[in-house]
């Protein structure tokens, strides 16, 4: 399953966010993980939640991110939820590649039986119909 958390910036999406996180802490039986832009939650989030900084390893665009998160589900079949903070700033300002992202973040998901939200700074009444079904 995935979750969009849509908005424009000052909306609160990383403060949903961090309260689905916090919730996912305490009710999965699984890994969480959390791909951020720079280390902004480090202090925001349980010590359990595995956060990856996307600058670090280079993240910069939509096949990247793609080839990430598969990984990571590679290597660690306990992970249940994946968080993705900001994620135009990790892939660049694309309306397009973000919404291919998000269908492709839905079946990755639904194959791998996981959970992944994912915000977005941009006005939701710009997302397609597509992506309005996650939100």
């Known amino acids: 399953m995935i979750h969009v958390i849509m908005g424009l910036k000052g909306s609160g999406k990383t403060k949903k966010m ?4 916090h919730q996912a802490v305490a ?5 969480v993980v959390c791909i951020e832009y720079g280390k ?4 925001d989030v349980n010590y359990r939640v595995r956060l990856v900084d996307s600058q670090e390893y280079g993240i910069s665009n939509l096949d990247m991110l793609k080839g990430f998160l598969s990984g990571l ?7 249940t939820h994946v968080y ?5 700033k ?11 992202f998000v269908l492709w973040c839905a079946e990755f998901a639904k194959t ?24």
Do not use: C, W
């Open 40 to 43: 902004k939650l480090t202090y």
């Open 112 to 135: 791998n039986e996981m959970e992944i939200t994912v915000t977005i700074s941009d006005d939701p009444e710009q997302a397609s119909e597509d992506v309005k079904k996650y939100m």
């Open 84 to 88: 993705i903070d900001n994620l135009y």
């Open 90 to 100: 990790t892939i660049g300002r694309d309306r397009a590649a973000g919404e291919a």
């Open 18 to 21: 961090i309260d689905s996180i």
């Open 73 to 79: 589900h590679a290597g660690n079949f306990d992970i």
């Open 27 to 31: 009710t999965a039986h699984g890994d």
